[in-house]
């Protein structure tokens, strides 16, 4: 028996996780309530050393995400940055 059918039999209120499978836009990833791998502070690493970086990733290995992640951070999303590694203040 998985967690949400015992959650059920004993009357509580089955939450889902919600996985972004296919997702590559940040904003509603977190605006939707997504599960996120946080990478923001190696981001911030990224974006402060000011070297230039190749993407080379296998398709679906998140690419694009990250890049709209980035396009958030250079935008000042602040609100999509609350309770992650790199809060932008």
């Given at each position: 028996m998985n967690s949400c059918n015992f959650a059920v039999a004993f009357q509580h209120q089955c939450t889902m996780t919600k996985y972004p499978i296919g997702l590559q836009n940040f904003q509603g990833l977190r605006e939707d309530g997504y599960v996120y791998v946080d990478?923001?502070?190696?981001?911030?690493?990224?974006v402060s050393s000011g070297k230039y970086y190749f993407?080379?990733?296998p398709?679906?290995?998140g690419k694009s995400l990250l890049l709209s992640?980035?396009?958030a951070y250079f935008q000042g999303k602040k609100?999509?940055?609350?309770?992650l590694a790199h809060f932008i203040r």
């Open positions: 990478k923001t502070a190696l981001i911030h690493e990224m993407l080379s990733r398709r679906r290995f992640t980035i396009e609100d999509l940055f609350k309770g």
